[in-house]
């Protein structure tokens, strides 16, 4: 009580002085310890991450060797040896090994290999004895190497223990990442002292007190120089509020600044001349604001704002049973696109118009963001409320109609269940927006309820990012290459570089996997740059491999070709390489048209002025339309695999084909059919008047 009455006692600046100081070494230490604290994490983990790789990298080395041993190629005694020198070293006439550094694993770090009964078949200093029995120098009721060895055997894993540092008596703690190497039975074991990762964590504490230390010094000195010439005017304007609460309005004077104060002090004045006149205003307009807080302007319907207040105090009623529904309409970007923004905001209302029938005090209904509306429902089972939405969806239909529209709309659906799924709005709302994310990712139709698999399905999504990021840095990606072929006599005339990967830690990794996450994970412009640097790189190859002037097809994202540099970045990859540009093909997609018309044509126009070709790829699968075939002056359409797998079973696509060659005629575009794979579609293809193909009846996409 009387620490409280002290500060109770202050004046207003000595108060902010304490309020500042307390505030700044808060911050500081605050900063400090967390950054301590991530750094040493992630100091920690990349020690752990070292470990891990270099026993994969170990076994990989096993199996490598275990392969020549069965070829004939190298006796198995000699194999063993070299994995052992590769990883410690060679061995010494007094049975220890050398280390040496061709897998780094710390100042301190070593490997070790157990047979599975604990014998040491390799070890810098103990190889040949065995260890089954080690325990640990803190704990020696926890045995060492049985621990490796069980975690080995179940997959791998990571075993934490005290040593002594070497030569000396002084105990450290240890880790150390033990795998099964199956082709010859070994435990290999990568340790280290986790010193070895995170001593440099020592150094951002010093740093973090003598920073902490200087940010006081100089604040506070900053802080009462400052807090004299805010208090004084603040202090009068506390004394004017006084008076203004007893009715008596008197303007401050003798206040000359042109700051923040000063507008508060002439805001002040203002207020206090004019606060009789704006009350009543001021009441008036109560409700206006109200109705703007609370509901959206352009459906009529409740907005986020009233959505969650109004859950929140529902479950504070003791609630029992719940459904939280998002509603997403399919390809808005696209109607607001090619239909005008306009038209956009007629099926807004639309959609408002027709939810607004459903309000009842069981359905509480809302748009919560610019295609996305909700619904909270409450005493009904899923599949009535299932039902209900159908009938949503056929009276939507309905309303379109009504203004001349007689397209039908799909939505995106998706609902989580309260308390089931979580107690509060946000957690609702998260399960809902994580299966609305999963339905759109996966194009389905019907109404889908949040599960845990979907959590689990963005969780992985996240860690394959990573894995592509570092894939990226890494340089994992390869250029495999798929010709092009005139049917009339089988001549090669051009090839299209296709991206792979083959991970590190994942294994081949097809590109229906990678490219959707490129595309997800703000990679593309990073991704696209790389693989048009190594296509470009490879020009002179192909040329040596096919024919001089070969033509080279390259998939450009929409992404990456609304770049700001994209052109001149185009321009320099291909003069600096010499390269004709004519040999160059760019393929884009039809979904780049969601996009400004005219700035498409503008670059498209600047880059055939510069040389290369242009390719509208997958043609017929997006929203196709005659509109860009005629505005667009592309030199090639690529028809997409479906039309071609799809030809024995629908004759219609046969005429459609050969309409679509017509057109592209017409227009003076070269035609490829791509996915060709039997000899029934080739001579399909040819009959409906196309002359270049692309698909593995002539051959498979390879490297160079």
């Not at 990298?57 to 070299?82: F, P, R, T, W, Y």
């Not at 240890?174 to 070895?196: C, F, H, N, Q, R």
């Not at 035609?671 to 080739?682: C, D, I, P, R």
Request: proline share 2%; net charge negative.
């Amino acid at each position: 009580m009387i620490k409280f009455n002290f500060f109770k006692k202050l004046k207003l600046n000595d108060k902010l002085l304490w309020f500042i100081t307390i505030l700044i070494l808060s911050c500081c230490l605050i900063i400090g310890i967390t950054s301590y604290n991530i750094a040493k994490t992630e100091l920690d983990d990349k020690g752990k991450t070292i470990l891990k790789n270099a026993v994969e990298e170990a076994i990989m080395l096993v199996d490598i060797k275990s392969k020549e041993v069965e070829a004939g190629n190298i006796s198995l005694s000699k194999a063993q040896e070299q994995v052992k020198e590769y990883l410690d070293g060679k061995k010494n006439s007094n049975g220890t090994r050398t280390l040496n550094d061709k897998i780094n694993l710390g100042e301190h770090g070593y490997f070790i290999i157990y047979g599975k009964q604990g014998l040491e078949v390799m070890h810098p200093t103990l190889e040949g004895q065995n260890a089954w029995n080690l325990t640990d120098k803190s704990n020696s009721n926890f045995k060492i190497v049985q621990d490796q060895i069980k975690k080995a055997e179940t997959g791998g894993g990571f075993t934490y223990y005290s040593w002594n540092l070497p030569n000396s008596n002084e105990v450290s703690q240890k880790i150390s990442y033990s795998e099964l190497a199956p082709s010859w039975g070994w435990v290999i074991t990568a340790s280290a002292y986790t010193m070895d990762f995170n001593e440099g964590i020592n150094d951002i504490l010093i740093v973090v007190l003598a920073s902490t230390i200087l940010i006081l010094i100089v604040g506070s000195f900053i802080s009462i120089f400052y807090i004299n010439g805010i208090t004084r005017p603040l202090n009068q304007v506390v004394e004017n509020m006084k008076l203004a609460e007893n009715g008596y309005y008197s303007s401050i004077s003798g206040i000359k600044r042109f700051d923040e104060i000063g507008e508060l002090v002439e805001g002040f004045n203002s207020m206090v001349s004019s606060i009789n006149v704006d009350h009543q205003r001021i009441l008036s307009q109560e409700e206006k604001i109200l109705n703007l807080a609370y509901y959206d302007q352009l459906s009529g319907l409740p907005n986020r704002n009233m959505y969650k207040d109004y859950i929140d105090r529902r479950i504070e009623m003791d609630l029992k049973k719940a459904y939280l529904f998002l509603l997403d309409i399919k390809d808005f970007k696209f109607i607001n696109s090619m239909l005008s923004n306009k038209f956009g905001d007629k099926i807004i209302k639309v959609v408002g118009d027709v939810l607004k029938e459903f309000q009842n005090e069981n359905w509480m209904v809302a748009r919560l963001s610019g295609n996305e509306f909700g619904a909270w429902i409450e005493n009904e089972e899923e599949d009535e409320i299932k039902q209900a939405i159908l009938f949503f969806q056929k009276r939507f239909d309905e309303e379109l109609k009504k203004i001349e529209f007689n397209q039908k709309f799909k939505f995106y659906i998706s609902y989580s269940a309260f308390p089931e799924d979580g107690q509060s709005f946000e957690d609702c709302y998260k399960k809902a927006s994580i299966a609305l994310n999963y339905a759109k990712e996966n194009n389905l139709d019907e109404a889908y309820k949040f599960n845990d698999d979907m959590e689990t399905y963005i969780e992985k999504e996240s860690q394959m990012i990573n894995y592509v990021e570092e894939a990226i840095n890494n340089d994992e990606f390869i250029i495999y290459y798929q010709n092009k072929v005139k049917i009339l006599d089988n001549e090669i005339i051009g090839v299209e570089a296709l991206a792979r990967w083959n991970s590190k830690a994942l294994g081949f990794v097809s590109p229906s996997v990678f490219i959707p996450i490129v595309y997800k994970s703000n990679l593309t412009t990073k991704f696209t740059k790389m693989i048009i640097e190594k296509v470009l790189s490879d020009y002179r190859s192909l040329e040596k491999k096919f024919s001089k002037d070969i033509k080279v097809s390259i998939n450009i994202s929409p992404l990456f070709f609304f770049e700001k540099d994209f052109i001149e970045m185009i321009k320099n990859a291909i003069n600096s390489r010499g390269i004709n540009p004519q040999n160059v093909i760019f393929e884009i997609t039809e979904d780049i048209f969601i996009n400004d018309f005219d700035a498409i044509e503008k670059i498209v126009s600047e880059l055939k002025s510069f040389g290369v070709k242009i390719s509208l790829d997958d043609f017929g699968t997006g929203y196709s339309s005659l509109t860009y075939i005629k505005n667009i002056k592309f030199d090639e359409l690529k028809i997409d695999k479906s039309f071609i797998d799809n030809l024995g079973k629908d004759e219609r696509l046969f005429e459609l084909l050969k309409a679509i060659e017509t057109i592209a005629r017409t227009y003076g575009y070269e035609v490829v059919a791509e996915g060709v794979e039997t000899a029934e579609q080739l001579r399909k293809v040819a009959e409906a008047g196309f002359d270049i193909v692309q698909g593995y009846i002539y051959s498979k996409p390879e490297p160079i």
